[in-house]
T-cell receptor, first 112, second 117 residues
């Protein structure tokens, strides 16, 4: 039979508000993390990355925070816009490998 | 700059047929990754290749699936004798070299959507 996908967690925010998307990673050996944005029918688009020797990195309207103690990563989007509506994935690179492991994703819905 | 190019974007195959998905990495990139995505799910790693060399195929199903990245031409993901469960989006990504995280981010293509009927 057909496989049924898990329903993605959804974050709904009003246009202009700030958004915070969270991600827990599992492997303490991971030392590089990336946030991707995926719009419907498209491929993942790189947003921002951070290495484990940092705890914060800022881009244009986005900030990534890394808490290695609790293995938690977050993406903050300032002044969220309708164009930010998408599914957001965090991905981790485990040390000594050359592949990214993706989290399950969070759907961001922006309302006017 | 051209990004990662995948074709076909959409492919319909009957059960038992073969599917071939192609990927041309970004210019200057010599490493290719294939990922698979089911609806409402994350991307699952399948295989990682350099030119003429498979580096890591730990995510590839043991049967019917194969991948190559020849010296010339695109990388090919081949699925033989497709079944309905193979229906998914297949994404290719590329990076300039190994050591992801050592300044080498992975960039994705727009995907190939395979539907098996």
């Amino acid at each position: 039979g057909e496989s049924v996908g898990l329903h993605l967690p959804t974050l709904s925010v009003q246009e202009g508000d700030n958004s915070i998307i969270n991600c827990a990673y599992s492997n303490s050996a991971s030392d590089y993390f990336i946030w991707y944005k995926q719009e419907s029918g498209k491929g993942p688009q790189f947003i921002i990355d951070i290495r484990s020797n940092m705890d914060k990195r800022q881009g244009q309207r986005v900030t990534v925070l890394l808490n290695k103690t609790v293995k938690h990563l977050s993406l903050q989007i300032a002044a969220t816009q309708p164009g930010d509506s998408a599914v957001y994935f965090c991905a981790e690179n485990r040390r000594d490998t050359d592949k990214l492991i993706f989290g399950t994703g969070t759907r961001l819905q922006v309302f006017p | 700059n051209a990004g990662v190019m995948q074709n076909p974007r959409h492919l319909v195959r009957r059960r038992g047929q073969e599917a071939r998905l192609r990927c041309s990495p970004m210019k200057g990139h010599s490493h290719v990754y294939w990922y698979r995505q089911l609806p409402e799910e994350g991307l699952k790693f399948m295989v990682y290749l350099q030119k003429e060399n498979i580096i890591d195929e730990s995510g590839m199903p043991k049967e019917r699936f194969s991948a190559e990245f020849p010296k010339e031409g695109p990388s090919i993901l081949r699925i033989q004798q497709v079944v309905r469960g193979d229906s998914a989006a297949y994404f290719c990504a590329s990076s300039p070299s190994s050591s992801v995280g050592g300044g080498n981010t992975i960039y994705f293509g727009e995907g190939s959507w395979l539907t098996v009927v």
